[in-house]
């Protein structure tokens, strides 16, 4: 085995020289920040008033901006939505259309089924009465006058019976 050397004076006293040297200049280096921020505080606390004026009026400026930006996305929004919304009231018309014409021609084949005259045989049997009422009146004119009704007679009060209270 080799014995372990050890520094001599000379190396070990250069070592501490630079150690001092570095620990020296960390020194000056604290005290360098250290009065910059003293310095930093005199300025922040002789402008201080400047300053947060400045920065207020750059709050107004960035919140004006992010209405204006906001308002106009909103905007976009509800133009969208009221287009999406008069696109479905249309799809929902056009089905509430359809379905009513499916459940009259249902109602109309049932009525047809029982016997019981459509609309377009309702329109031909007005028209053809009409027709013979004009007929019968070039025909026999004292017969259109109209004829007034005899009123029924009135009916007579039933008589009430007089019911007994139970106690």
Known sequence: MSKPKFKSK????AASAA???KAGALVESAQQIWAAGLGALKNAQGSGGKLFENLVKE???IEQKTRKFATGKVDEVRDVVETKVEKVKERASDTWDKLEKVFEDRVARALGKLGVPGRDEMEALVSRVEE???SVKKLNPQAAAPVAAK???A???AAKTATRKAK
């Open 132 to 134: 013979l009422s004009k």
């Open 155 to 157: 009916k007579k009060a």
């Open 151 to 153: 009123k029924a007679p």
């Open 19 to 21: 150690a001092s040297n």
């Open 59 to 61: 709050g107004l400026s």
């Open 10 to 13: 000379s190396t070990s006293s």
